[in-house]
């Protein structure tokens, strides 16, 4: 498996380990709202900052060409300061939370910082705060209680209707590296879960974020899921699950405007990346899309699930994801198109590009199929919209199908574009494409796609230009 290596790194246990954390929260002149608790910090770099209001873009395409720039906090405390002790048995709640309150009194002075000195610090769940800064010295490790009462109950998003995992309310999202998520699984997998699981860090109705340099370990469902932000950028980010663990996702963005991913590695459970905008009526009623997504320079593996998906909750929308330079290894599902009547809702003016694949048995996968819904209130009349996607410079190794193409009977997918694609198949089926209820174009395509996909003219496929001039209006 191809990895990423990234700078200021040593390695251990396999897992690259940066020097120090770093976390800051943006300036921004809306309300925003972090449910980030924190469990078990073991290592590295997490940056949520002010981002530079006059970035410029750096000629191609995408929002992850955007610059920002970092300014230092000019006040810092340590968490000693408040009584906390490093030894991994005192719990330091009380100290954490006294410290980000005391620390408010600088919102207005340029923010403050956090440090955090070597040491094991348990803890159970805290808020973080804007114009913060919440540093942790090399060999610092935060703990979290495993307590699950330690993780409190919150609502469901209202995009959702519901927890993901069941009707009702969930446990509140934590914010830590290590998600020691396998008691998660287990009562997943035993069905003896009270609410839907937690997420690493979740980041709700907020706007200037950077994450960088961080890895997240273990984590009870998603590890990150940017959900109602814009202006997000992740990058040079590792993440890391069990590849039997239960419905573990990576990246996640969600109702989600200007948002980049790169230069980042994810192994999980299920869908390393996967781009939702809500579910079924609840997510019609919300109405806010997934756009402006940039993707680019990221490894996925992810055995039992699709290396980038998009849906199927994606009753809000999602459109203008341009994708880039992706290595896709050991996967069950190189690239997933997922919905199902009742979603409602579009996914439209994708492009994907440069991708390489190896092992993997579904190079690509679109389905109207996705029959779960949250309740019975859905509307089966709502159809999705599919159309205007296009995939090309491809070349895969050692795939056992190409395509899967299924479509809704009286709502097809049209637009459907692939181009420049070569994949090397194992499996001795008569067929390498499986096609209903979609049309497209195809050229320099091996094998050969079906009919339906070279039915279209390629006047009739969104292209990168298209993209440029689209996210620049």
């Known amino acids: 498996m191809k990895r990423l290596v990234f700078p200021e790194t040593a390695v251990g246990a396999g897992v690259p380990f940066l020097r120090s954390l770093l976390v800051e929260f943006p300036t921004s002149s809306e309300d925003m709202r972090f449910f980030y608790d924190f469990l ?19 000629g191609a395409e995408g929002y992850c060409n955007y610059k920002r720039s970092l300014n230092p906090r000019p006040h810092s405390v340590t968490i000693t300061e408040f009584g906390a002790v490093g030894d991994g048995k005192t719990l330091n709640t009380v100290a954490f939370q006294n410290a980000v309150f005391y620390l408010r009194s600088f919102a207005d002075k340029g923010g403050a910082q956090l440090y955090v000195p070597k040491g094991k610090w348990l803890t159970g769940s805290f808020n973080l705060i804007s114009h913060l800064t919440l540093f942790l010295e090399k060999d610092a490790i935060i ?57 690493i860090l979740e980041l709700v109705s907020s706007i200037d974020i950077v994450v960088s340099n961080l890895t997240f370990l273990n984590s009870p469902a998603w590890s990150i899921h940017p959900v109602y932000c814009s202006k997000v950028e992740i990058q040079n980010i590792i993440i890391h699950a069990s590849f ?88 069950l599902t190189g690239i997933n198109f997922k919905t199902a009547p009742g979603r409602g809702g579009f996914i439209k003016n994708i492009v994907i590009s440069s991708l390489e694949m190896e092992n993997v048995h579904n190079a690509f996968w679109f389905t109207g199929n996705s029959s779960r819904h949250p309740d019975e209130q859905y509307d089966p009349d709502a159809l999705p919209v599919i159309q205007q996607i296009t995939l090309k410079n491809v070349v895969g190794t050692n795939i056992f199908t190409a395509g899967f193409f299924s479509g809704i009977e009286n709502d097809p997918f049209t637009g459907i574009c692939l181009s420049n694609i070569t994949l090397s198949i194992t499996s001795d089926l008569p067929f390498s494409w499986s096609c209903s209820n979609v049309s497209g174009y195809s050229e320099l395509v091996f094998p050969s796609p079906c009919s339906d996909l070279t039915s279209n003219s390629s006047l009739f496929c969104f292209s990168l230009e298209d993209f440029s001039t689209l996210s620049e209006a």
């Open 143 to 199: 703990v979290g209680s495993q307590d699950s009462s330690q993780w409190p109950i919150v609502e469901p998003l209202p995009s959702y209707g519901q927890g993901q995992d069941l009707p009702g309310q969930r446990h509140r999202d934590n914010g830590t590296i290590d998600g020691q998520g396998l008691i998660w699984w287990e009562w997943l997998n035993s069905q003896t879960l009270n609410y839907s699981r937690p997420h």
């Open 40 to 58: 078990a910090i073991l290592i590295l770099l997490l940056v949520l900052v002010d981002a530079d209001n006059n970035s410029i873009r750096n």
């Open 244 to 331: 039997d663990s239960p419905f573990t996702n990576g990246i996640v963005p969600d109702s989600c405007s200007n948002l980049c991913i790169k230069d980042s590695s994810i192994e999980v459970g299920h869908d390393a990346i996967a781009i939702k905008s809500g579910w079924d009526n609840y997510g019609i009623t919300f109405s806010t899309p997934s756009t402006d997504i940039h993707i680019r320079k990221v490894h996925l593996q992810t055995p039992l699930g699709s290396a980038l998906a998009f849906g199927s909750e994606m009753s809000g929308g999602i459109s203008l994801v341009y994708v880039e330079h992706l290595y896709i290894g050991n996967s």
